[in-house]
């Protein structure tokens, strides 16, 4: 072994590497570990266990499964923790850590001796920071997700987090549901370890990391709690041995190509709103951009082929046994890129020729038969997204796709949170719902892009209006919903404009978002945009600082491959 690797590799400077390697070694020795063992090859892996991430319950399996693969493989594992961001324990919203949580990984993979590194991760936010941070250290590593939760069971139904979450709870504010079967049903969604049982964020970017390459074939959506997982996990470790011996680096394998083939899956499986942005994250951070026009060339081009939730009926554990993201990609093979490779070394085109296992036809229909024609994300223009927004239209009303409404707008969360079920509040099921201050600069992009149909209109039986923001939404979420409106109301961006009454036009078939105001009127009122305040100290004024816009992916401008994003 080199005199770079292993135990030896990036040793602490004391102005005597003889002494540093000794030093090191006698206090790797007081863990127990044999001088042998201590040639080897070291296999980090970065564990996200938490009391405040439910997805990771099974954490130690999987290391323990991971360090078996490694230690079979002839090589030493070292697990080491980093950042955990389980979803719906943080404030204001776990989009204002990601970032945090990929510099800690990025820079521990980096301080610390090891030759490869297994990444462990499943919750929302957690897969893209790990990417994130494993393209910019750039030593081989391997995606390991902790899988999908199994469903629950209520009244002879299934159940799956969150997409029933927000079902049920659509039915308990319009008085459908009692208080007391919410409360049994509160206790039946979330009944095991892993992620949520649905295509949502977290599902989608498992299906992302494994068609970058970046996660073993087959892997993505194995179900938390099946065998299959540790084996997975175990394969992982072995593969992370062999990335040393034949080195794979993230910037061979994340290529424009492998994400335009991440973009093609997206829209195929009908994903999360949420994956524009942390694939755009996970690019940038190589140099790599694709433009909102390529964006939705994709997007017309590629079929949605899954019956999931939340736009279809099906479940994480149904997609696993239909036959998962390889079933998919022979679907689209004669659309993506072939010539991509992944971490076992295997190029794409081999890999598809080498699959064909049972598909069942009910969850991954056919290309030519299928959920829908076109792609289930696309990006809007117009004069109120010059930079772009996403709207997720496998998830929305068709009837909504042409209409023109009046503008009910609410100025922030605050207000939004006061007025929405206001009896007297002044709002139809034609008009359009706007919220304002509610992106990455003004409120960390929470997942409040989702606005609740006000309760008056709920209990006049009224499913699903327009609604606008500069917000993000929960990936399992559903309805006619333009999001991550760019540049945000608070940098002067043009929804700062919009005032209650004005007409807004949207336009699915042109891919528009429109004020209909006249140009003048827009000027005069962006000049009147008060700047938001910002915090003075610690990681949030380093946040307020350097947070970029939706369309670079909401990281850090110091943090992209250029490193000199204009805001």
Request: hydrophobic share 40%; with cysteine.
């Amino acid at each position: 072994m080199s005199d770079d690797k292993g135990i030896r590799g990036g040793l602490t400077n004391y102005g005597d590497k003889d002494f540093a390697e000794y030093l090191r070694t006698s206090f790797a020795r007081s863990m127990g570990l044999s001088k042998e063992i201590l040639s080897k090859p070291i296999v980090g892996i970065a564990m996200t266990p938490s009391g405040f991430n439910n997805c990771h319950r099974s954490m130690s399996e999987l290391v323990e499964a991971v360090s078996r693969g490694v230690l079979a493989a002839g090589a030493l594992p070292r697990p080491f923790p980093t950042i955990s961001l389980g979803e719906v324990y943080l404030n204001p919203t776990s989009m204002v850590y990601r970032n945090l949580m990929s510099m800690d990984t990025e820079e521990m993979v980096r301080a610390q001796p090891m030759d490869a590194v297994v990444l462990i991760g499943g919750c929302d936010k957690t897969v893209p920071a790990q990417l994130m941070g494993a393209a910019s250290a750039n030593i081989p590593a391997i995606q390991l997700v902790t899988g999908p939760m199994m469903t629950g069971r209520h009244r002879g139904e299934r159940l799956g987090a969150c997409t029933d979450c927000r079902r049920f709870w659509g039915k308990y504010r319009a008085g459908e549901v009692e208080k007391d079967e919410i409360e049994q049903i509160e206790g039946r969604l979330a009944t095991t370890a892993g992620t949520c049982a649905v295509m949502g964020t977290a599902s989608t970017m498992a299906c992302i990391a494994e068609t970058l390459g970046m996660s073993l074939p087959g892997s993505a959506a194995i179900p938390a709690v099946h065998a299959e997982r540790l084996v997975a996990a175990e394969y992982s470790g072995r593969a992370a041995v062999n990335l040393i011996t034949n080195p794979r680096r993230p910037t061979d394998i994340i290529t424009e190509k492998s994400v335009e083939n991440a973009y093609r899956i997206l829209m195929a499986v009908s994903g999360s709103t949420n994956a524009i942005i942390h694939l755009g994250a996970v690019a940038g951070r190589l140099g790599i951009r694709i433009s909102n026009e390529r964006l939705n060339q994709i997007s017309d081009e590629t079929p949605v082929l899954v019956d999931l939730k939340p736009v279809g009926s099906g479940y994480m554990e149904d997609f696993y046994a239909a036959g998962g993201v390889g079933a998919v990609m022979r679907e689209l093979r004669h659309l993506l890129h072939l010539d991509t490779v992944n971490v076992t070394g295997q190029v794409l085109g081999d890999r598809l020729e080498s699959i064909s296992h049972w598909v069942d036809r009910n969850v991954i229909r056919s290309f030519d038969d299928p959920v829908s024609e076109h792609g289930g994300l696309i990006s809007l223009g117009g004069n109120l997204a010059p930079g772009g927004a996403i709207f997720k239209r496998a998830a929305a009303t068709p009837e909504l796709f042409e209409v023109e409404g009046r503008a009910v707008v609410f100025e922030g969360l605050e207000d939004l949170a006061k007025r929405i079920d206001d009896p007297d509040l002044d709002i139809e099921a034609t008009d359009i719902m706007v919220l304002k201050n509610a992106g990455p600069v003004a409120a960390g992009m929470p997942e409040a892009g989702y606005l609740p149909i006000p309760k008056k209109l709920a209990r006049q039986g009224v499913k699903d209006m327009v609604r606008i923001s500069d917000a993000r939404m929960s990936g399992t979420a559903f309805g006619t919903i333009v999001l991550h409106i760019s540049p945000e109301s608070a940098v002067g961006g043009p929804l700062a404009a919009v005032r209650n009454g004005d007409r807004i036009r949207l336009s699915v078939k042109e891919k528009t978002i429109d004020l209909l105001i006249s140009e003048a009127e827009f000027i005069s009122r962006i000049n009147d945009t008060a700047t938001p305040k910002k915090h003075k100290r610690g990681y949030r004024a380093l946040y307020d600082r350097s947070v970029l816009q939706a369309p670079d992916g909401c990281d850090f401008d110091f943090l992209t491959h250029a490193g000199t994003f204009q805001k």
